[in-house]
């Protein structure tokens, strides 16, 4: 596609977004980032960490390494408002970064970001997919989950999937919460709680940020391609807590 110039959305509906667009695309996209100069104070302050964040986030991915650098969809959109993106890429850095605060392991937090996608029936991605691979989840596990064949994973993933679901659906109990209380504390259980509905609502905006811009997520067929790479050996393994790493780098 001809990124020149600006298109009607309509005429992109439905095309998968390549992975991020670099700033000259953006610039002749339907959804242009605003004018820096035409911000507050305040919404240049958030407007230049999240930039900042997102290169760092991009370069964090060993594939990317030497690349033109890319912003991602939902950073496009976000970028519109940049005072509410800020809100919600601080509470990204916070609930993701629960290993390093002592609340619960990159492992559990990685098994939200797979689960929410496949209960609302969109893609995982690839790059959550090896975050969790580094986290130490088994690509194979990852596949029961989208087959939903949780009798295959352990009584303690098992355990961690059921109530990310019961979290998303409404129906967390007393039983189930003490069971999460028992594994990683009150605080841990709480925030890990909210942490599944954040993860929810964020999913749920990838969607609507990229309707916006004429794009849809991949067919989850491509979910099933990665894990098979990670699988056979044929996939790079990213390293561990890579989320942790761009927070820290980013100075939040």
């Known amino acids: 596609m001809d990124m020149t110039t600006k298109a009607d959305p309509k005429s992109r509906q439905g095309k998968v977004a390549p992975p991020g667009l670099t700033l000259q695309e953006i610039a002749a996209s339907v959804l ?59 509470l990204t850095d916070m609930l993701g970064t629960s290993e390093s605060r002592g609340s619960f392991s990159a492992r559990d937090r990685d098994w939200i970001r797979l689960t929410v996608p ?81 993860v929810m609502a964020i999913r749920r905006l990838i969607q609507a940020i990229w309707a916006m811009q004429g794009y849809e997520l991949p067919d989850r067929s491509t979910d099933y391609d990665i894990i098979q790479s990670f699988i056979d050996g044929s996939a790079p393994v990213h390293g561990y807590d890579r989320l942790n790493d761009v927070v820290k780098k980013a100075g939040a």
């Open 32 to 90: 242009p980032l605003p004018e820096r100069e035409s911000l507050s104070e305040k919404e240049r302050e958030a407007f230049d960490y999240i930039v900042k964040r997102s290169k760092i986030w991009f370069e964090s991915t060993p594939e990317n390494k030497g690349q033109e650098y890319r912003m991602s969809p939902l950073y496009v959109g976000l970028l519109q408002t940049p005072e509410v993106a800020d809100l919600w890429i601080r």
């Open 118 to 198: 496949v209960r609302l029936k969109t893609l995982i991605q690839g790059l959550q997919i090896a975050d969790a691979v580094a986290s130490g989840i088994d690509p194979r596990d990852i596949k029961s989950l989208l087959d939903n064949h949780l009798e295959d994973l352990t009584p303690e993933d098992r355990q961690i999937v059921e109530y990310v679901q019961a979290t998303m659906d409404g129906e967390v109990t007393r039983e189930l919460y003490e069971g999460m209380e028992a594994r990683m504390g009150a605080k841990g259980a709480v925030e890990f709680t909210t942490s599944v509905l954040f």
